[in-house]
């Protein structure tokens, strides 16, 4: 055998190798992304029955999910069956030991609607949904897909979404959280597609919320919609409406071990933005984004990918963002508006910013653009500690102007974390026909861990990973597994 044919076989095992160990790691749920199954009661839900007159059971279940949820007891499992359920699913009844609303077969169970199709408003709590496709079926609907609507006070609370694809709003957000509602968990969705001027996630006015594992993404072709470039960041975080509610500034928030990428939207927004509204008080404080994978795929500009507005103690660590991102600002925009407060308590640790195309700091014109876009009297204080900064061996941008430079991080690593190429990204949109995701993927979790393994993974030695003292340092990583070097860098 030549060498060049030793070379060769020696390559192909490998990437045997590494797609089966791929496809087996990809099988197995990420923590936290399981079902719930202990639950004392459970009944059905059929869209073939006749409406009111069953009992729940599997051979006379429900028609409708709203009715179940009203007459089911405490400490129940509702089974969905695949079908189209159409009109509004409204939720407003505590349950002190839990509800889970579960789609029989994942995605196969679809709720629909032309104005808002699920809402958790009243005294709604410890309820779970989960495994559903929902979506607007018009495209001049009333506003919101899902909303949790605390109406003022926390007695809506407790609240999970759990493994569901909520897509295409034609009228504001895919998914509202606001008016005081608390202990909301958003876990192992996917998002795509919100209104124009509009978010996926608006955590609006709320306290003690987790997003966590969920892709977020735009392909507004994909269904049959034209790129406005008018939609507004993936997920934005503040208060709105000062004292209205029982909350003054969103607070308590974690924003974690989730995926961005495919931005399709405006010039002014990004993936992030914590605070929007110009208000007197701080719109948002104590909120956490970290182990967070931001992909930068698309020819499409943004402002940054992360940006604050009128905060206080945020944490920005363990996050990688990679790929050609043209933006003004390459990593993060902190800035005043209308009557905010200047900024302060700014951390970011441990996170990798890399550009293999070695175009950060270049606008999608071709302009000057910078690291950040931050001017110094609009922010007190901040640390930047222990960050791998990659240009794709060019020099790293800096501007006298703005506050944040990578020369202010004294742990500075500049070392090639070898991310392959982002380009040939297919973004996992729902094929609803065939029952899978674009992108092959059979399970919102497949397509999670692809997306980790393909566009999230360095091959950094230990050595060349940090030497600061997070004290927030994430004990897992992106994918839920324990991390191996307390000072890390990236989400995985």
């Not at 076989?9 to 990420?30: Q, R």
């Not at 905060?311 to 600002?329: E, H, M, Q, R």
């Not at 102007?401 to 040939?424: C, M, W």
Request: aromatic content about 12%; glycine content about 6%; hydrophobic content about 35%.
């Amino acid at each position: 055998m030549t060498f060049n044919k030793l070379l060769t076989a020696l390559y192909i095992s490998c990437f045997l190798f590494t797609m089966l160990t791929f496809h087996s790691t990809a099988l197995a749920e990420i923590k936290g992304c399981q079902n719930d199954n202990a639950h004392k009661n459970t009944f059905y839900v059929s869209s073939l029955a006749t409406k009111y007159k069953g009992k729940g059971t599997r051979s006379n279940p429900w028609n409708s999910i709203e009715e179940a949820a009203y007459q089911v007891p405490d400490n129940s499992l509702i089974i969905v069956s695949p079908g189209v359920y159409t009109g509004q699913v409204k939720l407003n009844k505590n349950f002190s030991q839990g509800l889970t609303i579960r789609s029989e077969i994942d995605y196969q169970a679809k709720l629909t609607n032309d104005r808002r199709v699920v809402a958790f408003v009243s005294e709604a709590s410890n309820i779970t949904l989960e495994g559903f496709e929902i979506y607007h079926n018009s495209k001049k609907p009333k506003p919101l897909i899902v909303h949790i609507d605390g109406g003022g006070s926390d007695k809506v609370n407790n609240i999970t979404l759990r493994n569901n694809i909520i897509h295409d709003s034609y009228n504001n957000d895919l998914l509202k959280i606001n008016n005081g509602a608390v202990k909301i968990k958003v876990l192992c969705n996917m998002f795509y597609n919100q209104g124009n001027s509009d978010e996926h996630i608006d955590i609006n006015s709320v306290s003690n919320v987790e997003v966590r594992n969920n892709i977020f993404f735009n392909d507004f072709t994909a269904s049959n919609r034209k790129i406005s470039n008018k939609s507004s960041s993936f997920i934005t975080i503040k208060d709105s409406n000062g004292k209205d509610d029982n909350e003054l500034g969103a607070h308590n928030i974690h924003v974690n071990s989730n995926i961005f990428l495919n931005w399709q939207g405006s010039h002014g927004n990004g993936f992030v933005l914590i605070g929007e509204d110009g208000k007197s008080y701080y719109e948002a404080f104590n909120v956490k984004i970290y182990n967070n994978l931001m992909i930068g795929n698309s020819v499409i500009s943004m402002r940054s990918p992360f940006g604050v507005k009128g905060a206080k103690n945020v944490w920005f660590y363990n996050n990688t963002i990679t790929g050609d991102l043209p933006s003004n600002a390459f990593a993060i925009r902190v800035n005043k508006e209308g009557k905010n407060k200047t900024n302060t308590q700014l951390y970011f640790y441990n996170n990798i910013w890399s550009d293999p195309t070695g175009t950060m700091g270049m606008g999608d014109d071709e302009s000057y653009a910078d690291f950040s876009d931050t001017m110094l009297h609009e922010i007190d204080d901040f640390i930047l500690e222990n960050n791998l900064i990659w240009n794709g061996g060019k020099e790293l941008p800096t501007s006298f102007f703005d506050a944040i430079n990578p020369s202010d991080d004294k742990y500075l690593l500049t070392f090639n974390p070898n991310i392959p190429n982002t380009q040939s990204l297919i973004p996992p949109i729902w094929l609803a026909e065939s029952s899978t995701f674009k992108d092959n993927s059979f399970t919102i979790s497949e397509a999670f861990q692809r997306l980790v393994y393909y566009y999230g993974v360095t091959n950094l030695p230990i050595s060349e990973q940090g030497t600061s003292n997070n004290p927030h340092f994430p004990q897992y990583n992106i994918l839920g597994n324990k991390r191996k070097n307390k000072n890390g860098v990236g989400a995985k």
